[in-house]
């Protein structure tokens, strides 16, 4: 599984580098730009994902993963905001950010001056846009794709998940993983912005920010989210 893994992380690299490095403009297009509610952290992010992902499939003449990747998700704002105004949170830590798609909370975490920063996510295209990503704001940041949700240990001092509780069976991997980071001492931050699956009888509330979002297929361009930990 990893060398396949890597090598698909790999393409989807190259892939990425031809996307940015190209000429023209429009919705198809991914732009180096500031996250709305982190300005610190600029990510390569599409101007408009589904019409992106949509040429990326004709020109491969096949499915693709969802680029959540090239979009700034609420969840993830909220958490990369919050680690950046308690920087102490991270300082000093190894951090994982779980499921990271852009990179945004990893990018944060190593601006607050973690001491390791890995970003997982499944997608290679994710793996891929988390290394561009951390190349374009100068910080070191491990990206893996392996899946983690089975393991037993994170290893880890700070666990980080934005925006993972999207449908049950994701839940259902999830906060079982969480749980056991906080058993074996790692201090467990995610950020929702109230998802359907959010396992709110299982987390406390520990901010709230309203955050404007590149979410494609949303009703606002503000969004209420919170950063929860489990109780």
Do not use: C
């Amino acid at each position: 599984m990893l060398a396949p893994m890597r090598d698909a992380a790999a393409d989807a690299l190259t892939e990425l580098e031809g996307e940015i490095h190209a000429p023209g403009a429009g919705l198809d297009r991914l732009r180096l730009m500031p996250t709305p509610f982190v300005p610190e952290v600029r990510l390569y992010l599409a101007e408009d994902a589904i019409v992106w992902w949509a040429r990326m499939e004709a020109a491969a003449g096949h499915a693709l993963p969802a680029p959540y990747w090239a979009s700034a998700w609420a969840g993830g704002q909220a958490l990369a905001r919050h680690l950046l105004d308690h920087p102490e949170l991270a300082a000093g830590r190894r951090v994982l950010d779980l499921a990271a798609g852009s990179g945004l909370v990893a990018i944060a975490a190593a601006l607050a001056g973690a001491a390791e920063v890995i970003a997982n996510d499944i997608d290679p295209y994710a793996v891929a846009a988390v290394t561009l990503n951390a190349r374009a704001n100068h910080v070191a940041v491990d990206a893996t794709g392996d899946d983690l949700l089975d393991s037993t240990e994170a290893k880890v001092d700070l666990v980080v998940a934005g925006d993972v509780f999207y449908d049950r069976a994701m839940a259902d991997r999830m906060l079982p993983f969480l749980q056991r980071a906080a058993a074996a001492g790692a201090d467990v931050l995610v950020g929702d912005p109230g998802r359907g699956h959010l396992p709110t009888d299982r987390l406390t509330v520990l901010a709230d920010y309203p955050v404007p979002t590149t979410e494609p297929s949303v009703d606002s361009s503000l969004r209420h989210v919170q950063v929860l930990r489990p109780a």
